[in-house]
DNA sequence: CAATTTATATGCGCCAGTCATATATATGAC
DNA sequence: GTCATATATATGACTGGCGCATATAAATTG
């Protein structure tokens, strides 16, 4: 029967032109958020974004080796060398030799780096702030448990939860039941 | 009444850490999507996300110029000078002489820069769609206003509309009513 | 205890992008 | 019409971030 095809056809069209849109609007938004997360950053004039990312990140769990935050910022070994050499020449980070493997070097915030991370954080938290305040309280209660939803489904391990929350103030986040420290343990608990 | 100021110092404090955990999701599930798209593109194996947003821009703005392009990418002159230097030897990009402006320099995709452009909105489309099929129907209806509010409110002319539509797949979104045109419209509309 | 893996470090080099500057066209004042 | 200024593109010189190859030291495995 033709006009069944016909009609098909057009819920088909009409549903990939909506997945499309859906698709779009996602995107758009998450790059323009990120975009003005990473504007807000840039401008308090650190040498790039992995820096401030590494500030936080060594904030968020001090005494990690590089090659922990390599990892993270999906650097190579010796890109996150030349990172942690200029954040140490600037008196933002330390490190240490680790007291559990002689090869490692775990690191450490000094009080300036403190101070660096908590900018930073306050950066970003701006940018998201100047969004979410343009929403309603209804918008905000039915958008949380989707956000939870994407950061539960983008989290497959430990390493993806640590990139995943690398700029956050895991401080402020974790005691409310952070949904990416939950997956990960999740997925660990169900094993590799 | 001592009760009452630290009942009121509660509710404040837990309004505090709910605003803190809004925005801390937002914020991370933006740089988890975005990051996942870049990464998409990023596998394509073009010489850089520039190069790659350069191409859907053109894709979906031809004939516009080098300047034009400059302000979407946020570079300098120079810097989208040389990437169009690029593109163009790399036979993605052609440069014509604007017929409107003996000065302008405007863009056309070849091809092969046309076939370019579809793989990467294909890519960031592959991202966000791992994400979508995961959410469930309600999820969805109640998500598409939110990101549209979003997008509405972070367009405030015409060039953050370029911005934060430059990896989008236009053609498809444009007939739907894209938020970000619209507002850029009203924006318009008001003046400057 | 030898062989392999893992973590950090360094020499070398690339490439994206900036700054300063040059040139051409357009626009506005008079 | 012409002169001053603004705008668009182009190029030389340079830098910073980062990768690749390699070296060394410590840990692990057999």
Redesign the interface.
């Known amino acids: 029967m033709p006009s069944i095809d016909l009609y098909d056809s057009l819920i088909y069209f009409t549903l990939m032109?909506k997945?499309?849109?859906?698709?779009?609007?996602?995107?758009?938004?998450?790059?323009?958020?990120?975009?003005?997360?990473e504007d807000q950053i840039g401008d308090l004039g650190l040498p790039s974004t992995n820096a401030a990312t590494a500030l936080v990140t060594i904030r968020n769990h001090p005494d990690d080796s590089i090659d922990a935050l390599r990892r993270v910022l999906s650097l190579t070994h010796s890109g996150a060398v030349r990172l942690i050499d200029s954040l140490e020449q600037d008196g933002l980070v330390e490190r240490r030799r680790s007291d559990t493997d002689g090869r490692a070097v775990v690191l450490r915030l000094t009080a300036n780096g403190q101070d660096s991370a908590e900018v930073i954080i306050g950066a970003?938290?701006r940018?998201?702030?100047a969004?979410?305040k343009?929403?309603s309280k209804q918008?905000?209660a039915?958008?949380?448990?989707?956000?939870?939803?994407?950061?539960a489904?983008?989290t497959k391990d430990e390493e993806s939860a640590r990139?995943?929350?690398?700029?956050?103030?895991e401080s402020?986040?974790r005691?409310?039941g952070?949904?990416?420290e939950i997956s990960a343990q999740e997925h660990r608990a169900k094993g590799p």
């Open positions: 032109k997945d499309d849109y859906i698709n779009n609007l996602l995107a758009a938004a998450a790059t323009t958020i990120a975009t003005q997360i970003r938290e940018a998201t702030r969004i979410v343009r929403l918008q905000i039915g958008l949380k448990p989707v956000l939870e939803t994407i950061l489904v983008t990139r995943n929350c690398r700029l956050c103030d402020a986040c005691p409310l952070c949904p990416v």
